[in-house]
């Protein structure tokens, strides 16, 4: 069974700092990976996808792949108290749909 | 903006009673997923149309059903809801497999 994990949290990071979220999948054979930031109530906002091992920067969010490892991590940089949310992490490959990890409760403290 | 929309935001049903969600898009995206989320968990995969065939999960229960009348429309169906049918139901496109996926805003699934 596919399997995306993920520490749930929560993270208090200060305002300012870097944040650090980490998640691991157990399919080898999965291709895509995908950030999603997720507001309480909220649906999901992709963030950032990555298909390729290294490294993927977009403004203040920068992903890292590791196929080797299986793992798959998003940094934010200069973290604003608007990016308190939940950041799930997904991992696809195929046609069928994503496989989510729970997600991990990011707290950016003022 | 291109966009996907799911009616209602809100829907509040009694026990057993059949209940339609819906969802459309201007993506014009091939595939159309459901997605069932529970408080604090993973959004869990219901089903899946790409283009018109439809793919089913294997755990996803009797009680759901999909119709995609159109590649802008899609429907969940729940015959006879239950309890544990309370939700927040997400519906996604995207261009295929392994392309990122377009969530609507959810529909919250309440159960009297």
Redesign the interface.
Known sequence: QKE?EQN?GPLSVPEGAIASLNCTYSDRGS??F?W?RQYS??????IM?I?SNGDKEDGRFTAQLNKASQYVSLLIRDSQPSDSATY?CAA???????T????THLIIQP | DAMVIQNPRYQVTQFGKPVTLSCSQTLNHN?M?W?QQKS????K?LF?Y?DKDF?NEADTPDNFQSRRPNTSFCFLDIRSPGLGDAA?Y?C?TSR???????????T?LSIL
């Not at chain 2, 604090?40 to 959004?43: D, E, I």
């Not at chain 2, 295929?96 to 805003?105: A, N």
């Open positions: 995306v749930s291709q895509s995908f999603y109530g909220k649906s999901p906002e992709l996808f298909y799930l696809g490959g195929g046609a069928d749909g994503l989510f990890g729970k997600g | 595939v997923y997605y604090s968990q993973a959004p995969l899946h790409y793919n927040m997400l996604a295929g497999g392994d392309q990122p996926q377009h969530f609507g805003d959810g919250r």
